[in-house]
């Protein structure tokens, strides 16, 4: 059950991949005059592709918690690949509304990033911890990535935005920090090839090392250890030794998967402005010359006005119902909560700047920007990085 549930994850994967280039056609090709008011050939394919993608996502996830016994998004897989289904799913919504295969270029290539992200963690179904136990596994978690999922519209629509109004002619702050958002893309990618390559190569060793109550404890780690664990000693003879010790509080292992990431995503990067011979921005704006900016400015907006409840209702009030149940609190200021509070602060200031302040256009589109920002960074970095009662969904 579980390989059979792992093949279809594997066909949603190359079914979006696929449907990412016939979205690029659609918007390379030259609609007929019957396709001007509609989606063109390429376009209905690349729906049609999707679609079944979306499908053979949700039966994975149907598939998996047959196989499991439990909603599967319990660890930083399960959450990543349901995060992914759930932002493909929140792109059908979108476009069932506006009608634009232009979203679907942006929006998909992120999916594709975010399951193959996923796709480098342990697959292995383990049983629940027995705070994870309870019904609130499938309302809290579920509701609070569908509704990251939504916010991320905003972030695609943001992007497209940026891309058609930004002068790339000429070097600015603008464009500094839009091609730092696409080089942030290119290191998810970095992370996927670093870490698919050491894989193939089967690369393990293992430390012993004394967490912060003072326990032995080991690890193993799968790239060459940059950072060690807190007072290290390596039992698998001939391997690399660690540069840099880190403190009992930092998960080294976790850390050392990101710096192998940034160290990867900027060779990676290198070669691509290599091949463009110009900014990353600069080559995707041909794609985005017929878009008109109002439309994805509106769509940005209506995501997030979408999102916003639903990741409220999800990542705090559900949250904090569990938290009293699982640890007797609402609130414990551990990362994850931390973080959750930190996006809701940012999407709430969204709301305000825009329907009081007038923040339409390029503000908004940022804004987008930075939130999706905020978003990856507690998926990843806090997950990866800070240790807290949430470090089982980084395993």
Not at 68 to 94: D, Q, Y
Not at 153 to 163: K, P, T
């Amino acid at each position: 059950m579980v390989t059979l549930s792992s093949n279809f994850l594997l066909i949603a994967f190359l079914l979006y991949l696929t449907a990412t280039l016939f979205f690029g056609g659609a918007i390379k090709s030259k609609p007929s005059i019957e396709e001007k008011k509609g989606t063109n050939k390429w376009g209905k394919v690349a729906l049609f592709l999707t679609v079944i993608g979306f499908i053979s996502q949700i039966t994975y996830f149907v598939l998996r918690w047959i196989a499991s016994g439990h909603a599967p998004v319990s660890n930083l897989f399960e959450f990543t690949t349901f995060f992914g289904m759930a932002l493909v799913g929140a792109f059908l919504i979108i476009y069932s509304i506006y009608r634009t295969t232009l979203l679907g270029l942006f929006t998909m290539p992120v999916a594709v990033l975010v399951i193959a992200y996923a796709s480098m963690f342990p697959r292995d179904i383990t049983p629940l911890i027995p705070a994870l136990k309870s019904y609130w596994l499938y309302i809290h978690v579920t509701t609070a990535a569908i509704g990251e999922a939504i916010l991320s519209v905003s972030f695609a629509a943001g992007l497209i935005y940026l891309v058609k109004t930004i002068d790339h002619s000429r070097s600015s702050k603008r464009t500094f920090w839009l091609e730092v958002v696409m080089f942030g893309l290119v290191t998810t990618l970095g992370f996927v090839v670093i870490s698919s390559a050491f894989t193939v190569m089967n690369y393990k060793e293992t430390f012993s090392w004394v967490d912060k109550n003072n326990v032995t404890q080991t690890v193993d780690y799968t790239m060459p250890a940059l950072t060690g664990p807190h007072k290290w000693e390596l039992t698998t003879k001939g391997k690399f030794e660690p540069l840099v010790e880190t403190p009992p509080m930092v998960n080294a292992k976790k850390l050392n998967t990101v710096i192998w990431s940034l160290g990867a995503g900027l060779l990676l990067y290198g070669l691509i402005r290599l091949l463009l011979k110009k900014r990353i921005a600069a080559s995707l704006q041909p794609f985005v010359k017929n878009i008109k900016p109002d439309l994805v400015d509106e769509i940005s907006y209506r995501s997030v006005l979408i999102g916003f409840p639903v990741f409220t209702l999800g990542a705090l009030i559900f949250a904090m119902i569990w938290a009293q149940v699982a640890w007797t609190r609402f609130w414990g200021w551990d990362p994850k909560e931390v973080w959750a509070l930190i996006t809701w602060l940012f999407y709430a200031a969204f709301l305000h700047l825009r329907l009081s302040k007038g923040w339409h256009g390029e503000k908004s589109a940022w804004l987008a920007v930075i939130g999706f920002a905020i978003i990856m960074f507690n998926l990843v970095a806090v997950n990866l990085v800070i240790a807290g009662l949430h470090s089982y969904a980084g395993s």
